[in-house]
């Protein structure tokens, strides 16, 4: 079964980056579709951005684009999310989720079966 393990958050200032990870085990991660949410204390879960299984296709939050990026590596079994000019209210449990191709890159969270554990991510001066 596959197996997700999100690393990479921590504190950061205002306008700064944060380079997130979600790596696999168990199975291999080129068959599955990745997204990234996050949810901040006592605010909804929300979508950041979603992967195809190669990697052509990409989708992004209206709140997040031109902001974060998102990749993929198959061969390490990792997807990564760039995070670039952070700002406070980005500052969220950041987590990673998949879904086993075929199907659609979504940020609907109802058709992720597999989640990670989460990393925080804390955006302050």
């Known amino acids: 079964q596959l197996q997700l393990a999100e690393s990479g958050g921590g504190l950061v200032q205002p306008g700064g980056s944060l380079r997130l990870s979600c790596a696999a085990s168990?199975?291999?991660?080129?068959?599955?579709?990745i997204v990234w949410f996050r949810q901040a204390p006592g605010k909804e879960r929300e979508g950041v951005s979603a992967i195809s299984t190669g990697g052509t296709l990409k989708k992004y939050s209206n709140a997040m684009k031109g902001r974060f990026s998102i990749s993929r590596n198959n061969a390490d079994d990792t997807v990564f999310l760039q995070m670039d000019s952070l700002k406070p209210e980005d500052t969220a449990v950041y987590y990673c989720?998949?879904?086993?191709?075929?199907?659609?890159?979504?940020?609907?969270?109802?058709?992720?079966?597999?989640w990670g554990q989460g990393t925080q991510v804390t955006v302050s001066s």
């Open positions: 168990g199975l291999s991660l080129a068959d599955y579709i």
């Open positions: 989720a998949a879904d086993r191709a075929p199907g659609q890159v979504t940020l609907d969270p109802s058709r992720y079966p597999i």
